[in-house]
């Protein structure tokens, strides 16, 4: 499986769009339009180990709702980001068996050298 998930109103999500130059064999997917699923979810966790791994605690929905000051579950975290787009952390690439998630400089660099060799 090949599936890259991105919100396209993100510039970060489009400059690395741009960066990692996927191949027309992978799926792009804009998760505002076309919400995640409750199998795309398992299959991330299954990839990722954890939900909490695939959440992002910069949404401003984390902050407004105080979500910091609680102790989460993983079955929270999974609930989250099936409720609302925004709490998963963006982008999530899906090469083959590995996951990448999020766009820090290092895990953009390891999904480059994993789909350009």
């Given at each position: 499986?090949?599936?890259?998930y991105?919100?396209?109103?993100c510039?970060?999500?489009?400059?690395?769009?741009?960066?990692?130059?996927?191949?027309?064999?992978?799926?792009?997917?804009?998760?505002?339009?076309?919400?995640?699923?409750?199998?795309?979810?398992?299959e991330?966790?299954?990839?990722?180990?954890?939900?909490?791994?695939?959440?992002?605690?910069?949404?401003?929905?984390?902050?407004?709702?105080?979500?910091?000051?609680?102790?989460?579950?993983?079955?929270?975290?999974?609930?989250?980001?099936?409720?609302?787009?925004?709490?998963?952390?963006?982008?999530?690439?899906?090469?083959?068996?590995?996951?990448?998630?999020?766009?820090?400089?290092?895990?953009?660099?390891?999904?480059?050298?994993?789909?350009?060799?």
């Open positions: 499986m090949k599936a890259f991105y919100l396209k109103t510039n970060t999500c489009q400059r690395i769009l741009e960066t990692l130059q996927l191949p027309d064999t992978v799926v792009l997917r804009e998760i505002k339009s076309q919400p995640l699923t409750a199998a795309e979810i398992q991330m966790y299954s990839r990722a180990g954890s939900y909490e791994a695939l959440f992002s605690k910069r949404a401003r929905l984390y902050q407004e709702r105080g979500l910091k000051n609680q102790a989460l579950s993983d079955t929270h975290f999974k609930s989250l980001l099936l409720e609302h787009y925004t709490f998963l952390k963006r982008p999530v690439l899906i090469w083959e068996d590995q996951i990448f998630v999020g766009n820090s400089k290092k895990t953009i660099e390891e999904a480059s050298n994993s789909i350009h060799g």
